[in-house]
């Protein structure tokens, strides 16, 4: 039972390259996060999905896209990467409805150069 | 802004004193919980309280919420210097449906001299 897996661990890209941060999870949750970390910042909600087949802007959407491909899987897209994207992304599947305990991936960390 | 706000930013205390950390929020909420993360790993949950309760224990850790006043505690006794990490509050804001969203505080780092 591997929980939340996020891929892949570490990345650097060019500013204006894009790429695509995969997550998985197999506690048949409902709901998926994307959170960014940044020192002193705590973690901020970019994007999430409560059900499969919907998504919704949290905190700091801009520059981002997600999609949510089955209930397994959320995907988190930055189409032009910018230095003010560098970061370290997790992805989280808190159980039930009322989102009563996260279950976080390991994390991304993202360079822009 | 972010819902949570933690108090301190920072704490660095002996092995066997306790700690004492606190959230504050901002909205109607299902409940609070606490996590922790060591360097450079994955959040990992600690103990959630609901909104109508007031106290809650789990081994060394004590949680308490005031809806009131939109705080939370989290008291850790008897601390180990394994206890070394960042703790986070986050609550379960109430949202249409019963699904509101998880939105998590700026975290205070712990630090457990041995």
């Known amino acids: 039972n591997a929980g939340v897996t996020q891929t892949p661990k570490f990345q650097v890209l060019k500013t204006g390259q894009s790429m695509t941060l995969q997550c998985a999870q197999d506690?048949?949750?409902?709901?998926m996060y994307w959170y960014r970390q940044d020192p002193g910042m705590g973690l901020r909600l970019i994007y999430y999905?409560?059900?499969?087949?919907?998504?919704d802007k949290g905190e700091v959407p801009n520059g981002y896209n997600v999609s949510r491909l089955n209930k397994r899987e959320f995907s988190l897209r930055l189409e032009s990467a910018a230095p003010s994207q560098t970061s370290v992304y997790f992805c989280?599947?808190?159980?039930?409805?009322?989102?009563?305990?996260?279950?976080f991936g390991q994390g991304t960390r993202l360079t822009v150069v | 802004s972010q819902q949570g706000e933690e108090d301190p930013q920072a704490l660095s205390i002996q092995e066997g004193e306790n700690a004492t950390m606190n959230c504050s929020y901002k909205t109607s909420i299902n409940n609070l919980q606490w996590y922790r993360q060591n360097s450079g790993r994955g959040l990992v949950h600690l103990i959630l309280?609901?909104?109508?309760?007031r106290e809650k224990h789990s081994g060394r850790l004590r949680v308490t919420l005031d809806t009131s006043k939109k705080s939370s505690s989290l008291l850790i006794t008897a601390s180990r210097a394994a206890d070394t990490a960042s703790y986070f509050c986050a609550t379960g804001a109430i949202g249409s449906g019963n699904t509101g969203k998880l939105i998590f505080g700026q975290g205070t780092t712990l630090q457990v001299k041995p």
């Open positions: 999905s409560a059900s499969e087949g919907t998504t």
């Open positions: 309280i609901r909104s109508n309760e």
């Open positions: 506690m048949n949750h409902n709901s």
């Open positions: 989280a599947s808190p159980r039930g409805v009322r989102n009563t305990e996260a279950f």
